[in-house]
């Protein structure tokens, strides 16, 4: 059972836009509308940020949006912010015996 | 208010035995599948197994079946996980997390260290 696949780091500029993928296959991020993503600090447990491809959690802010297409499901945080700084994971059901697969994770910098 | 609160932090041997908890309150704890999830030293996210408490139904990732073994008590609402060997290998944060499509609640961690 493989991870889905991120890009290792993702930058960008306070205020700026930034999108990060996570693709896996027809078996997993293709096949259900079942992917979420979690935010983690250095340190902390994660945090769940979208859950069913594109809702949000009570209280995460309207800065972070989800999305999918076809194997790929991603990740935009607009308005980009220093608290944002933060490792970004995706995950989704799959149709394997552990029914769960993480993303490789994605580093984002604020520059 | 929904809480999932591990066992403190370990410190082991290699070859030791060695099991972990995840007690859950403030909601229903035999209708939420419960996950435990390792985090290797500057690495990200797996996920091990799965447990159902209300029946027990258990899902091992393939990574992981034979290494560990879940477990849960729903009299207590706790969830276990264990190993009767452990390697040096098996130094990692551990989390415990409750899992409804996504997992919307997680367990502050506990951190296992494996060393002679």
């Known amino acids: 059972q493989s991870a889905l696949t991120q890009p290792a780091s993702v930058s960008g500029s306070p205020g700026q836009s930034i999108t990060i993928s996570c693709t896996g296959t027809?078996?997993?991020?293709?096949?259900?509308?079942?992917v979420s993503w979690y935010q983690q600090h250095p340190g902390k447990a994660p945090k769940l940020m979208i859950y069913?491809?594109?809702n949000r959690p009570s209280g995460v802010s309207n800065r972070f949006s989800g999305s999918k297409s076809g194997n790929t499901a991603s990740l935009t945080i607009s308005g980009l912010q220093a608290e944002d700084e933060a490792d970004y994971y995706c995950?989704?059901?799959?149709?394997?015996?552990?029914?769960?697969?993480f993303g490789t994770g994605t580093k984002v910098t604020v520059l | 208010e929904v809480q999932l609160v591990q066992s403190g932090a370990e410190v082991k041997k290699p070859g030791e035995s060695l099991k972990i908890s995840c007690k859950g309150s403030?909601?229903?704890?035999?209708?939420?599948?419960i996950g435990w999830v390792r985090q290797m030293p500057g690495k990200g996210l797996e996920w091990m197994g799965i447990?159902?408490?209300?029946?027990?139904?258990?899902r091992y990732s393939p990574s992981f079946q034979g290494q560990v073994t879940i477990s849960a008590d729903k009299s207590i609402s706790t969830a276990y996980l264990q190993w009767s060997s452990l390697k040096a290998s098996d130094t990692a944060m551990y989390y415990c997390?409750?899992?409804?499509?996504?997992?919307?609640?997680w367990g502050q961690g506990t951190l296992v260290t494996v060393s002679s």
């Open positions: 997390a409750r899992l409804i499509r996504a997992v919307d609640y």
């Open positions: 995950s989704s059901y799959t149709s394997s015996s552990i029914f769960y697969v």
């Open positions: 027809s078996s997993d991020v293709g096949g259900y509308n079942y």
């Open positions: 403030g909601y229903s704890f035999t209708s939420y599948w």
């Open positions: 069913d491809v594109s």
């Open positions: 447990i159902y408490p209300g029946d027990s139904d258990t």
